[in-house]
């Protein structure tokens, strides 16, 4: 059975859900979310496969790929991609599509830009027949500066992907108000559902004694504003007439612009680059986590920091003052040295019963909205939703015309 009915026979058969998860870089937040919907989903009985780009990610995303693949169903492709627009999409949206064929999934849920792309191209052709297209941007398009003509190419691409999408699955309601505010689809079936953490991250991490005072875990790239806390390192030391470390955990393309930076500064001995590891280990090695962001859309290592109760300076852009909630008054501007400058030197001035006081609370608040049970059920209850609404508009338009009598 093939084309419309085989797609509503199969729809109807039970509660197995045949899943194929889009994305181009195994890195940071986005991976840790698409790892954590497949392993959940896998739980649950679930076929799922996922596409990747092959030459991000290093050995630990192919380690991570090896562990997974004999629970994945529908099997890891990975193909070259371009964080960009290249040529070569072309060719793998065309690989793309005779995957979706072989496989039949039922839902093909693209995430990031460009995932995003190599998800819903295909469905522009499709007839508004096959697998529902789920979409969750987790920033990517988005962060680029309004009215720059790369903006504007990246929202009118999102605008017309927008006819061939089914559910759009907003991780913050940020990231929702962007796409309102700036791409023409006035027909988005959408649901906002907040990346959510695993119970044992609540455990509290306590600092090695030999820890740095300021830490950060990320990707080393231009929007997540290093720059600015290696200039704000200098500053406080200046301010408080005595040295400090900081930890620049991570890797980015960035990394060496950063190194030079430190390096011009004189504080190339106090700020050190150890390079990649996972968000908890790093935690121990540094006492206060410094977020400085210039862009974000719900990033995780915020939820990790608090659920682990590490004391925080975070900037207020995308959706983390959806994560502090009614703790938001704490966060900083962005791109501001003399702003993330005093709030470093606010910070140190607190008693160490303040600062634990402080995660402790943004702690109990993260808990009580971020759980990965929550995001895990809300995502397949919006497939299920999404393949429901398709069905009814397929049926409805399968229907014969009524004759006059």
């Known amino acids: 059975m093939s084309g419309t009915a085989g797609w509503i026979a199969d729809n109807n058969a039970g509660d197995c859900l045949k899943i194929i998860h889009v994305f181009r870089a195994p890195l940071g937040g986005l991976f840790r979310h698409v790892l954590d919907l497949t392993r959940a989903q896998c739980a649950a009985g679930h076929q799922v496969g996922i596409v990747a780009d092959a030459n991000t990610g290093g050995e630990r995303a192919d380690t991570i790929f090896r562990e997974l693949e004999p629970h994945l169903a529908l099997g890891v492709t990975r193909m070259p991609m371009h964080r960009n627009p290249h040529p070569s999409d072309a060719l793998n949206i065309m690989r793309m599509q005779k995957l979706f064929s072989e496989k039949q999934p ?11 792309v190599y998800a819903r191209t295909p ?30 190419l990246y929202m009118a691409t999102e605008s017309l992907l927008a006819r061939s999408t089914d559910i759009f699955l907003f991780e913050s309601a940020f990231i929702q108000s962007c796409f309102v505010k700036y791409v023409y689809a006035p027909n988005a079936y959408a649901r906002v559902i907040p990346n959510g953490i695993s119970p044992a991250e609540f455990i509290p991490v306590v600092a090695d004694d030999d820890a740095a005072d300021f830490l950060y ?5 231009q929007a997540k504003g290093i720059d600015t806390l290696i200039d704000a390192h200098g500053l406080f030391e200046q301010r408080s007439g005595r040295s400090v470390r900081s930890l620049l955990v991570g890797t ?5 612009k950063l190194e030079a930076r430190a390096n011009k500064l004189g504080l190339g001995s106090r700020i050190s680059f150890p390079g990649g590891m996972p968000a908890r280990e790093a935690f ?9 962001s210039r862009a974000e859309s719900l990033p995780y290592i915020v939820l990790e920091a608090a659920a682990a109760n590490i004391p925080m300076i975070s900037t207020s852009v995308g959706g983390i003052p959806e994560i502090y909630g009614p703790y938001s008054d704490r966060l900083i501007a962005c791109n501001d040295v003399e702003a993330l400058t005093n709030a470093m030197v606010a910070h140190e001035a607190q008693t160490a019963a303040a600062r634990a006081r402080e995660a ?6 993260v808990a009580s909205r971020f759980t990965i049970s929550h995001m895990v059920e809300a995502v397949i209850g919006g497939y299920r939703d999404a393949m429901a609404r398709k069905l009814s508009k397929t049926s409805t338009r399968s229907q014969p015309a009524a004759v006059a009598s």
């Open 252 to 256: 980015g393309p960035d990394k060496e």
């Open 217 to 221: 875990v990320g990707e080393l790239r």
């Open 360 to 365: 402790a609370e943004l702690s109990d608040y």
């Open 123 to 152: 469905a522009l052709f499709a007839n508004g027949l096959g697998a529902v297209r789920a979409y969750t941007p987790h920033g990517g398009s988005f962060n680029y500066r309004p009215n720059t003509a790369l903006h504007s």
């Open 284 to 292: 121990r090695r540094g006492r206060t986590l410094i977020v400085p």
């Open 106 to 116: 039922h839902v093909v849920h693209g995430h990031g830009s460009k995932g995003g």
